[in-house]
């Protein structure tokens, strides 16, 4: 079994990871005025100096800031995006748990002007954790399809995006623009949050999608398209991930069904070089899709759950890993968590301890399954 050198890993991480309590207490001391954004900034990257640290110490290859740097995996970042706001959910959606379940109305980003990135967004974030990493840097970024997915037609503009395809060409300028900024600042590594592929193989959210006035049949063309043209024109060495997604909250989710209706489209017409898939319950599916992966792309597949404290085994893990096998080779496969830690701020299923047993539990897997040190 011939050694990963470059990402994705044998062992990874899907990026967000459990906030400390200070940096939580800075953020809201920040937003209520009463310490500055730079007093701010110095306890966010201590925090992140230390979260680097733990990832080296367990033997991962890749670290992230954690998302120290946002309150939020998307609204971060999309609202830093010219003339996107956010207005009242049109998209309700119902969070399933092992007690129940709740309805849910995720924030609607919507477009009242032409969007363009103005300044660069987590540019400067990353040239500081790339000062600080020993192991190669992850920056993940929310997938540009959800500017459109919670709100359909009625979310964009009518007078500045008459066409829609007006509106995905700027919108993917804004991802080049980005990415690109951050290839220019050295970043290799890049992951793409993209939650709206998972939730079309659900069929209550395929209704939802019809309501809205989309075709869940094309709407997946339709992101393919918007997805490759927001990577278009980075370096030949920089890899590009995308993390598939059925919604992760205080061990809640969104979205149930295998990945069986996009799989073909997903593996063969998105031009990234891996996907970090969701399989830590029956919710997922099987690895049946995993057939339509074609050479020279990995599957990440995420078998240790961060919807609960509950603690895998290795030989359950090596007994999946072998079952994925029969569809994929396993040169083609890594293994990693199903989701981050902590996608927001609050909700967090764990303690840190068990936080880094998990990841611990993933790199001592990996090493035993591929051989790696």
């Keep these: 079994m011939s050694a990963r050198t470059k990402p994705p890993f044998r062992a990874d991480h899907v990026g967000s990871l459990i906030r400390p309590a200070n940096l939580i207490a800075a953020r809201e001391d920040a937003a209520a005025g009463k310490i500055t954004h730079a007093q701010l900034l110095d306890i966010q990257h201590a925090a992140i100096r230390d979260v680097v640290k733990m990832q080296e110490s367990l033997g991962l290859k890749v670290v992230t800031d954690g998302e120290y740097n946002r309150k939020s995996w998307q609204s971060d970042f999309l609202l830093k995006i ?13 969070f399933h748990s092992a007690t129940g379940t709740r309805d849910h109305t995720p924030p609607t980003m919507t477009v009242v002007g032409k969007v363009s990135r103005g300044e660069p ?3 400067d974030d990353f040239k500081f954790l790339k000062t600080i990493a020993k192991a190669t840097p992850k920056v993940t970024l ?13 979310a964009i503009d009518m007078k500045a995006y008459p066409d829609m395809q007006e509106f ?3 919108l993917a300028k804004v991802y080049q623009d980005e990415i690109g900024g951050l290839a220019e600042a050295g970043l290799r590594y890049v992951q793409i949050d993209e939650v709206n592929f998972a939730y079309l193989c659900d069929p209550a959210l395929r209704n939802d999608v019809i309501k809205l006035g989309e075709d869940p049949k094309t709407l997946p063309k339709t992101y393919a398209r918007l997805l490759n043209d927001s990577i278009k024109g980075l370096p030949a060495d920089m890899t590009v991930c995308m993390h598939l997604c059925r919604g992760n ?15 073909e489209l997903l593996f063969n017409e998105i031009n990234v070089n891996g996907y970090f898939l969701e399989y830590d319950s029956e919710r ?4 049946e899709p995993l057939r ?8 990440v597949i995420g078998l240790v759950t961060t919807k609960s404290s509950t603690m895998e085994t290795k030989d359950a893990l090596k007994r999946r890993v072998e079952e994925a096998t029969k569809f994929t080779s396993l040169d083609q496969l890594a293994l990693s968590p199903q ?16 936080e880094m047993e998990k990841l611990a539990l993933v790199v001592e897997t990996a090493r035993e399954i591929w051989g790696e040190a």
Excluded: Q
């Design 339 to 354: 989701c981050g830690f902590s996608s927001g701020i609050g909700g967090e299923t764990m303690t840190v301890e068990r």
């Design 82 to 94: 010219r003339n996107v706001a956010t207005t009242k959910p049109k998209l309700s959606v119902k």
């Design 142 to 154: 929310p997938s540009p399809t959800i500017l459109h997915f919670r709100g359909g037609r009625e």
């Design 284 to 287: 997922a599916g099987g690895f």
């Design 168 to 170: 995905y060409a700027d």
């Design 249 to 263: 909250f205080a061990g809640n989710w969104v979205a149930e069904g295998g990945y069986e209706p996009v799989a």
């Design 121 to 123: 967004i987590f540019v």
């Design 292 to 299: 339509f992966l074609p050479k020279g792309k990995v599957a």
